[in-house]
């Protein structure tokens, strides 16, 4: 079972840039995937990005392209995703997840993943 920690959300204004992390713990991660959902009260998560551990080949939602990266620390065990261009749409709780796998055909659907983080808010103001 790996566990994954976030943190660094916060409140910005809309425009700002803020990085949130995820820190994993468990195996060895060449053969995982990680990934970045939002969920907004009463809707469902939704995809923002992934990456594959092993080559750190990215993956991103169309309203997110452009302004977020995704990236990871092989070091630290850690994922981040900076953010840029903050939109008040963009407010959400944010989680990471994880799925050990040599391959996800969709890296964009919440049931590929088994591990999941608590989540931390990001909130935009206008």
């Known amino acids: 079972q790996v566990q994954l920690v976030e943190s660094g959300g916060g409140l910005v204004q809309a425009g700002d840039s803020l990085r949130i992390s995820c820190a994993a713990s468990?195996?060895?991660?060449?053969?995982?995937?990680m990934g970045w959902f939002r969920q907004v009260p009463g809707k469902e998560r939704v995809f923002v990005a992934a990456?594959?551990?092993?080559?750190?080949?990215?993956y991103y939602a169309d309203s997110v392209k452009g302004r977020f990266t995704i990236s990871r620390d092989n070091a630290k065990n850690t994922m981040y995703l900076q953010m840029h261009s903050l939109k008040p749409e963009d407010t959400a709780v944010y989680y990471c997840?994880?799925?050990?796998?040599?391959?996800?055909?969709?890296?964009?659907?919440?049931?590929?993943?088994?591990?999941w983080g608590q989540g931390t808010q990001v909130t935009v103001s206008s």
């Open positions: 997840a994880g799925r050990y796998s040599l391959y996800i055909s969709d890296v964009s659907s919440r049931d590929n993943y088994n591990d």
């Open positions: 468990g195996r060895t991660f060449s053969t995982y995937y």
């Open positions: 990456i594959r551990w092993s080559d750190a080949n990215t």
